[in-house]
């Protein structure tokens, strides 16, 4: 049965959210760009400070409001983290606002990825640091990507209770690569419109983390895009790979609370190639070759993927323009290489079990 979190990332709860203004927000935001171009801390902190609810008013938003609510009050707060300063600091009345709206959405208790792009309106209300053109492209990526990848994990749960040999596996497979692929076109978009100097010296710094409650929070980030929880459903969950399980570990949080139960449900449990290395073959033959087949195009889509991320992210990080270690969802250059290396080191168990049925040993593919 669903629950009535499963109602998030519907195309009329998108729609709710972006038409949503419930602190009548849209002036300050459309005065943000100014504000952080003159790196004016005082118009900042003090269009924070103004756009706060008292608690009656909040105690009568909708949830859908609660999410427009938290999307306007993290940009505004993360631009004044950009210009160096901690918003509890300042504004101290923003922190129980913070804490109430993550309760009452069921997320972390600050702005995410979804609600800076999915959640973020379009035309004249665009919610931007920068007002730039180039952040525009970055922020459609995600729209464009949310859709097809929140389809993918749905799917990823029937996947998880079908077998290899089952006749549904490989269609399953199919359908969960089909919808993957659009990482790929977004990608590719982003490469072409989006300077690797752009990013790393514009944008990079508006990601940055702050406190709650003296616990940090990361900013949104590309990395909240839950391709990680496709990896986990397909060949991460009982690879063993302890860097990236980490990685997936500190990302959860971040996800949607229907994420985060299919994470709950997957972790530690047989992937896909898991069971496929294993599955027995005999008049399933046939069955097993197809499923095997199935999910070499789905990770050679993945490593596509992943190996234009990496070109992307070694040019934004190298050490002529990164102003920051690691990427603004916590990972490393490092870290998206070994993934790449993984996915790729998966694909070809696949390929061999395509090419012979027979099943193997368990092996660790990590």
């Not at 729609?15 to 900042?44: E, G, I, S």
């Not at 379009?122 to 949310?146: C, K, P, S």
């Not at 790449?340 to 070809?348: E, H, I, Y």
Request: hydrophobic residues 45%.
């Amino acid at each position: 049965m669903r629950t009535p979190s499963d109602a998030y990332g519907s195309a009329e709860q998108i729609r709710a959210v972006r038409t949503a203004d419930p602190l009548r927000a849209d002036p300050v935001c459309a005065r943000l760009p100014d504000m952080n171009a003159r790196a004016d801390l005082f118009a900042l902190t003090g269009a924070l400070r103004g756009l706060l609810p008292d608690a009656a008013r909040l105690g009568g938003f909708t949830r859908d409001e609660c999410l427009a609510a938290m999307r306007d009050l993290g940009i505004v707060a993360g631009s004044v983290k950009r210009h160096g300063v901690q918003p509890g600091r300042v504004v101290p009345e923003l922190i129980p606002v913070l804490r109430e709206l993550g309760r009452r959405t069921d997320m972390v208790p600050r702005d995410t990825v979804l609600h800076y792009c999915v959640w973020n309106p379009t035309g004249e209300r665009r919610r931007t640091y920068t007002g730039e053109a180039a952040e525009h492209v970055l922020q459609d990526a995600v729209r464009q990507a949310f859709p097809r990848l929140h389809a993918a994990l749905e799917l990823g749960e029937e996947l998880s209770r079908t077998e290899p040999w089952q006749p549904a596996f490989a269609p399953l497979v199919g359908e969960i690569g089909a919808h993957t692929a659009v990482m790929v076109d977004v990608i590719d978009q982003v490469v072409a419109d989006v300077s690797p100097e752009f990013f790393a010296r514009t944008m990079r710094p508006y990601f940055e983390e702050f406190s709650v409650d003296g616990l940090p929070y990361l900013g949104p980030a590309a990395a909240q895009v839950p391709l990680w929880l496709v990896d986990e459903v397909v060949w991460l969950s009982d690879a063993g790979v302890d860097e990236y399980e980490q990685f997936v570990l500190e990302s959860v949080p971040y996800g949607l609370p229907r994420w985060r139960a299919l994470h709950a449900g997957w972790h530690g449990a047989p992937s896909a190639v898991g069971r496929l290395l294993t599955a027995a073959d005999g008049p399933r033959r046939d069955a097993v070759r197809a499923g095997a087949a199935a999910l070499v195009d789905l990770l050679r889509t993945v490593t596509t993927f992943r190996g234009r991320h990496l070109r992307i992210a070694r040019a934004a990080y190298g050490e002529d323009l990164r102003l920051y270690p690691v990427g603004s969802g916590g990972g490393s250059v490092d870290l998206l290489q070994e993934v790449l290396l993984l996915t790729r080191q998966n694909a070809r168990l696949a390929r061999e079990r395509a090419a012979d049925p027979t099943p193997t040993p368990a092996a660790r593919r990590g």
